[in-house]
């Protein structure tokens, strides 16, 4: 991990608020944060990783980290983690994020925001009642970030999540992918109310966009590829024993795009 983003990190979680009592903190809950944030993007999985990797890197966290109680014992981790207000975390985290992307006027920005709902296995306890927990996640595939999560009450309650979980992330000049089940026009809007830009899966939950989608490129074929403007692109990859082929086309021309309901 680069030396400067490692010790950057700490700047953005001053203003969180520490859960424990003043007798019990040996050691300072920025300095915990940051090595476990570190530990983490670096492969840790669970605490013993997580002081495992504190440990092993004790004389490079020194040189930005106070460490007045040297580094603390994954059960200490565990307990001042359990006990961090997640929201006031969670923001402190995105504004950390946010910082590492730096866009230079007259870049082109390849980043793919990828927008998805996943079941948590092993998350749910039948014995009390406990649901599995459901999550949507935004994911910067370049930088291999994770930019924001929501907590759902159901999968049904992604629709509403997503534009909430955008309105809060800093996806300007980014391709904000999402499946078949975001593609409504409240999620788009939230997405272009961030300058940045949508491709979302289309299926048979929108019918009437979905029908007259298919209908407009069957007419395109139908007139050997001159009825519209369009761009054509193929891919051939090979690997585990197969061959995959990827075709595009896109559609670009406007006047026929705008009768698309």
């Avoid at 950057?8 to 979680?13: D, K, L, M, R």
């Avoid at 009642?129 to 049904?156: C, D, F, I, N, P």
């Avoid at 899966?201 to 139908?222: M, S, V």
């Amino acid at each position: 991990m680069d030396d400067d983003i490692a010790a950057g990190i700490s700047a953005y979680f001053v203003e969180l608020p520490d859960p424990r009592r003043d007798h019990t903190r040996r050691h300072k809950l920025v300095d915990i944060v940051t090595m476990a944030i570190c530990a983490v993007i670096c492969g840790a999985d669970d605490w013993e990783e997580v002081a495992f990797f504190a440990e092993v890197r004790e004389e490079w966290f020194g040189t930005f980290l106070e460490l007045p109680g040297g580094i603390p014992s994954h059960d200490t981790f565990w307990r001042v983690f359990r006990a961090l207000d997640t929201k006031r975390f969670e923001a402190c985290f995105r504004a950390w994020t946010t910082s590492l992307r730096t866009l230079v006027e007259g870049e082109v920005v390849a980043e793919v925001v990828a927008i998805d709902g996943k079941q948590l296995r092993r998350s749910h306890d039948a014995c009390h009642g406990v649901h599995a927990l459901q999550l949507v996640s935004a994911w910067a595939t370049r930088s291999g970030l994770m930019l924001g999560q929501r907590r759902l009450e159901s999968k049904e309650n992604e629709i509403v999540a997503v534009p909430e979980l955008l309105a809060e992330l800093e996806v300007a000049g980014c391709l904000v992918t999402t499946d078949a089940m975001s593609c409504q026009v409240k999620t788009a809007q939230a997405v272009l109310d961030r300058d940045a830009d949508y491709l979302f899966a289309l299926k048979g939950n929108q019918p009437a966009l979905h029908d007259e989608t298919i209908a407009l490129f069957d007419d395109l074929a139908a007139s050997d590829y001159k009825a519209y403007a369009y761009t054509y692109s193929k891919e051939v990859t090979d690997g585990h024993g197969r061959i995959e082929i990827r075709q595009a086309w896109v559609i670009s021309d406007a006047q026929w795009l705008r009768l698309l309901p």
